[in-house]
């Protein structure tokens, strides 16, 4: 396509490829429940109390709505999945959403509640093939997030709030001044008043918009107060209710255009790091530091690579920066040359003045691990670097998950864990032990016997039976046995020795402490 009279290519899609934990809490870490799972619902606190926050389809057909107790819920449908609300993650699906439609869609758009966007479609549609062909485009966006949405498009931002939220369709288009008959069949909850207003329209019998309309303005005003006068004037159009765009930050950029071709990595490696003064110093101005750069090369056949680096904390070093672009120059294919070279900082993070560490008093500066973990990330990729984290479980298995490399993870437990833990525990055979509390005095691993010379446990480890049946009566006896070479192992036996409810007695390695 061409914009501006400059030639440019499609930006990449913003979601694809990311984690899904910046998903909202509609959608969870884990695969969305299929037609078979359990009803699911999300609870938030409300003083003293749970409330359902938002149901899925199968318990909104259960009747199990927002507003409901969770107790109430539970006692309808006894195998319901119960999940914590999380409105902060909602709020920031929803803005990466508004800034999507702002870079791809519209320039006015902002988020609407806790759960839309407004999108004013004036003078854009047409680049979409018109209103109706770019709303089902959007549908088809949602879907593709694993997101229900309902589209609304009317003359007014209350009218179509009101038609997207309380509408029969998923998807409704209005004529400009229609808005009052299409809004007169519309619960009152349409307009967005204030639970007060609603409350006082109950108790006079106004339940729909079309109540409202032949009422004279005085005594209504009086009953309900000005602001539903005044909601009701801004989805009819009698007054203007102006959207407030969300604003986009202008990327930092530098740009070199070359007056001769290059294509020797010492000349591209020059240019680079002049972009890269540039671009720090730009980042500095703002106080902001660069956590991803994009390089693009723009060859004298107009054709453009593009090479990125990402650091794990903010930085404006441009020293630091010009050696992970030196780690992938290699990458770099000049062609017939390089005319046109551009930097942008595409993510940024706020980073302050920078303190200098005193060594006159001979004071050393504490290591900062940051600079070789972006290093190593770009020798072997981001991927291979991480960190172990702590997760709330008692079982082992359950017990780690894979952090940032420079995340110090908490709630690590007292007791003694095993340096290297096996992915799966592995069965042993040949064991001899004496039931029901002593550890092993000998046993067979991988096709080796070894002779037990000391031991200590058991620590006692139940199942966690809120996750599936078979772990309601789940025991797990841990020992920690030292062989006659000095080798150390961590090892466990299903079931407590007594009930055999708890386990079937056999033997298992699960790390191994050196």
Not at 17 to 42: F, K, W, Y
Not at 499 to 514: E, N, P, R, V
Request: aromatic letters at 6%; one cysteine or more.
């Amino acid at each position: 396509m061409r914009e501006l009279g400059r030639r440019s290519e499609a930006a990449d899609h913003p979601f694809k490829g990311r984690h899904q934990e910046s998903l909202t809490s509609h959608v969870a870490a884990s695969d969305p429940p299929g037609p078979s799972a359990a009803p699911l619902i999300l609870a938030e606190q409300v003083g003293n109390k749970q409330l359902i926050a938002s149901a899925c389809p199968a318990a909104l057909a259960l009747g199990l709505v927002p507003g409901m107790a969770v107790t109430q819920a539970r006692a309808l449908v006894p195998d319901l999945d119960i999940r914590p609300a999380d409105p902060a993650a909602d709020l920031a699906l929803l803005e990466k959403l508004a800034l999507h439609a702002v870079r791809h869609w519209t320039p006015t758009a902002a988020v609407s509640g806790a759960d839309g966007l407004w999108l004013d479609l004036t003078g854009v549609t047409h680049l979409f093939g018109g209103e109706e062909r770019f709303c089902r485009r959007l549908l088809g966006f949602c879907r593709r997030l694993r997101l229900t949405g309902r589209i609304a498009v009317a003359g007014t931002p209350g009218a179509a709030y009101a038609l997207a939220h309380f509408g029969a369709r998923t998807l409704e288009r209005i004529e400009i001044g229609s808005e009052a008959q299409a809004l007169t069949s519309l619960p009152l909850a349409s307009l967005r008043l204030t639970p007060e207003a609603l409350a006082a329209a109950s108790r006079f019998g106004l339940e729909r918009v079309g109540d409202l309309l032949p009422l004279p303005r005085g005594p209504l005003a009086r009953r309900l107060g000005m602001a539903s006068i005044r909601r009701l004037d801004e989805a009819l159009g009698r007054l203007a209710e102006p959207i407030i765009p969300l604003i986009l930050e202008d990327v930092p950029v530098a740009l070199r255009r070359l007056l001769e071709p290059i294509g020797t990595a010492e000349a591209i490696e020059q240019v680079i790091r002049d972009l890269l003064g540039d671009l720090c110093g730009q980042l500095g101005e703002r106080g902001l530091g660069a956590r991803t750069l994009l390089l693009g090369l723009e060859r004298i056949d107009g054709s453009e690579q593009k090479v990125a680096i990402g650091t794990v904390r903010a930085t404006r070093d441009p020293a630091h920066l010009a050696r992970l672009f030196h780690l992938r120059i290699e990458r770099i294919d000049p062609g017939g040359g390089f005319e046109t070279m551009r930097l942008a900082a595409t993510r940024t993070d706020p980073l302050g003045a920078t303190g200098l560490i005193g060594t006159l008093a001979g004071d050393d500066a504490p290591a900062d691990l940051s600079m070789l973990v972006d290093q190593l990330a770009g020798r072997a990729g981001s991927e291979a670097l991480f960190t172990v984290g702590a997760v709330e479980s008692d079982v082992p298995e359950r017990a780690t998950c894979r952090a940032e490399p420079l995340d110090t993870p908490d709630g690590w437990p007292a007791w003694k864990r095993p340096v290297r833990l096996l992915r799966r525990p592995e069965p042993l055979t040949n064991v001899v032990a004496l039931l029901p509390d002593h550890p092993p005095r000998r046993f067979a691993w991988r096709g080796t016997v070894h002779a037990v010379v000391a031991g200590d446990g058991p620590e006692r480890i139940h199942g966690e039976w809120w996750r599936r049946d078979g772990e309601v009566w789940a025991v797990r006896d841990y020992f920690r046995v030292e062989d006659e070479a000095g080798a150390r192992f961590w090892l466990f036996r299903r079931g407590d020795g007594v009930d055999q409810a708890t386990g079937d007695l056999s033997w298992y390695m699960h790390g191994l402490f050196g």
